[in-house]
Every structure is written in C-alpha cells, then in structure tokens.
C-alpha cells in the first residue's frame, strides 16, 4: 500500500500530463516518496494514453487505466478510488487549476487528524459566464438540497482510507463525488486558494455536461423538485382568487363587462408551460431509477498499466 494515492481523469490532456507530474513529483517528494499516481483516460481522442504509457515505463508509481470509451469526470474518479491503495486519496483535474503545490498543505492537514480536505476556490481566473454561473449553481444547490454543501468546493480534494473504502460501497450509478463525500460526514476542514488559469488545451466539460453534473447534485441530494407541485398549485389558487377577486369588483365598481373565457386561456396556457416543467422533473427522477435498476458497471477498463 502507497502512503498517499492521486487519481487523476484525464480527457485529451496531452500536452498537460508530463508538466503535471512533474509538479506533483516536486510537491510531494520532499514529505513523501510512497506515493502513486492513477491517471484515468476517459476515452481520449489525443495522444494522452501513450504519454501516460511512457511515463508508466518509466515510473512504476504512475499507474494508469484506460476506459473502452467515454464515461464522464465521476466515473473516472469512481474508477481511480476503486483501484487506490493508499493510506489517503487525493483527487485533483489533470487541467493544472487544481494546484499540485497545495499537496503538502493537504496532507499536513490530514495528518492533524481531519479525514476529509476539502479544497475551496477563494478565486476563479476564469470567464464571467463559467465563474457567475458556478456561484448561481452552489446558492441553488443548497437552497434545494436537504444538505448544506460548501460553496465553490469541486473535486480537488483528501480523503481518509476509512472514507473512500465507505464510499465504494455507495453503488449509485448516477454519480455525484463531492456531494456523496460531504454526505458521509466524516471530520473535515477547508483550505481555500486561487484556481488558477488552464495552461493549455481546453476543457473536455461542456456546458451540457455541466448542466447534467448540477442536476445530479440538486437530484441526488433533494426531493424539493418534486414538491414544487404543491407550491405551483398554491400560486394557482391564490392568482385564481386574485382574478376573481379583481373581476368581481371591477364588474360591481365600474361596471364592467368580462369575457371569462379570455382569461381562462391565458392563465389555462401559462399553467401548461408549468405542468411540463414538473413531468420534466419526474421524468428525471424516472430516469435515474431507470438507470439504478438496469445495474450496468459504471465504467468499463480496457486496459491498465503498474496496477
């Protein structure tokens, strides 16, 4: 068993791989030499698979494995805890915004008897919409969660043996790390920094998958959604009342004339729109039943190197 684990997703990272290790090498080797690094290819379409062959030569502490096809960032995590052996896992982006230099910061804080770390963004160098749009998602996460969860807290993290050997026998399929981590509630402190810019390439996350992502913490962790039924129909009974309220003084005051059935569409049209948002969210929750009951592998190995 390694003293400390870093498992790492990586998706068309080439040009970032063998700065990244070198970095972590740097960080790491002056307060621990037991280590191994798990670099998981999530289906790259470059070259990042033979560079991670070339350093696992080279290196018997770089350990890769390499999916059949893509996954997604939470299998790929999921696949790296399954096979890490050390004593703590940190899990961190191959991108470079999750800073290597941190690590000793990380493990002291372990060492002083925290069994989970985790890592807040104090400030994003990144665009307006992704930085604006982060800080709506958390606020929204935890007005609708049954949990309060950290702010700006993603997947760069330490967690304890004891922790992540709890969290392989959580077996959801729908998988969603940084909420299934907070949830267990184990010991754990804050260590915020400054996510830097990426250095190169770009990010294989898009704004679909980042959708997707936020929904499975907002689904996983709350059934607020399918109570918005009752809060809508309580907003339809009071604009009901409101408009018969309105009409009949208006009728007996001004005496005016009304077509009701001129208000019935326009109120009957809106509450359409509404009742297809909550299906929608039914049918969400319908698909991740769908999903857990079907009992597929949540990633498939198609080959590994050191492990």
Excluded at 32 to 52: H, K, N, P, Q, R
């Amino acid at each position: 068993m390694a003293e400390i684990s870093i498992v790492i997703p990586v998706f068309n990272e080439e040009e970032n791989i063998r700065i990244l290790v070198n970095e972590i090498r740097q960080a790491i080797e002056p307060l621990i030499t037991d280590y191994e690094i798990i670099f998981v290819d999530d289906g790259s379409t470059d070259d990042s698979l033979w560079a991670l062959k070339g350093l696992a030569k080279d290196d018997r502490r770089i350990k890769y494995l390499s999916f059949s096809r893509n996954f997604g960032q939470q299998a790929a995590f999921t696949a790296g805890l399954d096979f890490a052996t050390g004593n703590a896992v940190i899990t961190m982006d191959a991108d470079l915004q999750d800073p290597p230099q941190l690590i000793p910061e990380m493990i002291r804080a372990w060492k002083e008897g925290n069994e989970i770390v985790l890592m807040r963004r104090k400030q994003r160098k990144e665009g307006f919409f992704k930085r604006n749009s982060a800080n709506f998602y958390y606020k929204l996460l935890n007005r609708f969660s049954d949990y309060k969860f950290p702010g700006n807290v993603g997947e760069f993290r330490l967690i304890d043996r004891k922790v992540a050997d709890e969290l392989k026998n959580l077996k959801e399929k729908t998988r969603y790390l940084r909420g299934m981590v907070y949830w267990m509630g184990y010991r754990h402190t804050i260590i915020e920094y400054d996510r830097p810019k990426r250095q190169s390439g770009k990010s294989g996350f898009s704004l679909l998958q980042m959708v997707r992502l936020g929904m499975h913490g907002i689904l996983n962790f709350s059934l607020l959604p399918l109570r918005l039924g009752l809060i809508v129909g309580l907003v339809a009974i009071l604009l009901g009342f409101s408009f018969l309220t309105y009409i009949i003084v208006d009728v007996l005051v001004n005496d005016v004339y009304y077509e009701l059935i001129k208000w019935l569409s326009v109120v009957t049209f809106i509450f359409t729109g509404f009742l297809f948002v909550l299906i929608w969210i039914l049918g969400e929750y319908t698909g991740k039943i769908y999903n857990e009951v079907k009992n597929r592998p949540i990633y498939l190995v198609r080959e590994k190197g050191n492990l």
